[in-house]
């Protein structure tokens, strides 16, 4: 949360833990009016839409497609030099099938022609600048329009009323790679309170023994009905809580971010004794949520969407509200099972069963903390790094190996150090190396962190 804004990230790091609270409990009701905002405005009309016959969801996409291909031709450098050089226009493109005429997008393809991927009118649009980094350890840089971005909370809060979870009223639990702590204070106390939202957020970073009972203790007085959480978090948290027999009473726990294995699955259930809904998604314009049903499906935000998969199952996106810098068919760096039709759940949306990809492993820290690798790609962020890998050789010794860009500095290391021991602290030592490339995985994928002393990703 508190990451977003310099201003408030200076404020956050020199203030106590109860203005820390009042920090989250801002965040919280401003959270509350765009919910709000979008409840009223958006979120009925997209229920419509995902609720149509499927024909007529094509053709709605179709359309979107259409007015999407159409603006990049004629206001983005990277699309207008690409249909020339292809002898193609945008009138080639008269059915859905007709997309595989463009060329994919790839992350390389952005990152050497960012400037020419960006629409000549996309101030119009508001957008921001955003960034990911995955479990690859590149991070990319690309902008989203407000609207867009409002469309994507959009299908967040389908997919939770979806469940009857209304995140600004019910008691809930957040525990995700977020850092609670700053640098240089002792870790206790890890947890923040939202009082507007009767939120707690506890955090990845922070799992050892005592402190997992710690927030075991909040939860059991708390009595929460929800909780957010990555899968291997909420894995480690739950095989604690069962090893203990201690036992927590939740109505759902939603997971995202990470695959969500059947062993993980059936320890959550058995600590939590509820159900456990996951959803795919991704920062990059395209999916956002791609939710489960109740028959355990992941449906496809069709209005905001363009979902395709090659023949290995990576999946091609086209955003369909992204006019400021459009990504048109994406290669996402990750992949599903097999496209799916006529789900048992009534709805008519695609719908997918599995993913693959999104492994990361553990590192383990000398204070008795086990940490899941997801969100350590936030540390490479701003700091000149084109490309980034976190290798743990031994208990008490972590290598970094970066590939940086020209204008990389001093600064710039003393700053990824900084993010590092926010998250690791100081009792390990961090090396930082410079390299010219990062090896891949014999599937030819990168891997964010690798841990050379637990190399199971089942903890």
């Known amino acids: 949360m508190y990451q977003t804004n310099k201003i ?149 809060l389908n997919h939770w009323k979806q469940h009857s979870y209304n995140s600004d009223k019910d008691r809930s639990i957040v525990f995700r790679a977020d850092v609670l702590i700053p640098r240089g204070r002792k870790i206790k106390k890890a947890w923040r309170y939202d009082l507007l939202r009767k939120t707690y957020h506890f955090s990845a970073y922070y799992t050892s023994e005592d402190i997992l009972f710690e927030y075991y203790s909040i939860m059991k007085n708390f009595r929460p009905k929800y909780m957010q959480a990555l899968p291997s978090t909420a894995y480690i948290f739950a095989k604690y809580l069962n090893q203990n027999n201690y036992k927590i009473n939740l109505n759902k726990v939603f997971t995202s971010s990470e695959i969500l294995y059947e062993s993980y699955r059936n320890e959550i259930e058995r600590a939590f004794n509820c159900e456990i809904i996951d959803h795919y998604g991704h920062g990059e314009p395209g999916t956002y949520v791609a939710g489960q049903c109740k028959d355990g499906n992941y449906h496809i935000p069709c209005s905001n969407v363009y979902f395709e998969i090659s023949n290995d199952g990576t999946i091609i996106e086209t955003s369909l509200n992204n006019y400021s810098m459009p990504f048109i068919r994406y290669e996402i760096e990750d992949r599903v099972d097999k496209i799916f039709y006529n789900c048992g759940c009534g709805k008519q949306t695609p719908y997918f069963k599995k993913i693959f990809g999104r492994v990361s492993d553990y590192l383990v820290t000398p204070d008795g903390r086990t940490i899941t690798g997801i969100g350590f790609d936030q540390v490479f962020k701003g700091t000149n790094i084109l490309n980034g890998q976190i290798i743990q050789t031994d208990l008490n010794h972590i290598n970094i190996n970066i590939v940086p860009q020209e204008n990389y500095s001093e600064y710039n290391k003393n700053e990824l150090l900084n993010k590092l021991r926010e998250r690791l602290g100081n009792d390990i030592k961090i090396s930082i190396n410079i390299v010219e490339r990062i090896d891949l995985t014999p599937g030819g994928k990168q891997k964010l962190v690798i841990s050379k002393i637990n190399k199971s990703t089942n903890f």
Not at 30 to 38: C, F, G, L, V
Not at 46 to 73: D, G, T
Not at 77 to 105: A, C, E, H, V
């Open 8 to 156: 408030v990230q200076a404020l956050y790091k020199y203030s106590p833990k109860f203005i820390h609270d009042f920090m989250y409990s801002v965040h919280g009701l401003i959270k509350i009016s765009q919910h709000n905002m979008i409840k009223k405005n958006y979120l009925n009309n997209f229920e419509k839409i995902e609720n149509l016959p499927l024909e007529e969801i094509k053709s709605l996409q179709f359309e979107k497609l259409k007015k999407m291909i159409n603006h990049s031709y004629k206001n983005v450098p990277f699309y207008r030099n690409l249909f020339t050089n292809l002898q193609l226009d945008p009138g080639d493109i008269k059915s859905l099938d007709d997309m595989k005429l463009i060329p994919t997008l790839k992350k390389n393809d952005i990152l050497k022609n960012y400037d020419d991927l960006i629409a000549l009118n996309s101030i119009q649009f508001n957008p921001t600048q955003r960034s990911t980094g995955g479990t690859t350890g590149t991070s990319l840089s690309f902008l989203m329009d407000e609207r867009n971005y409002t469309l994507r909370e959009t299908e967040l």
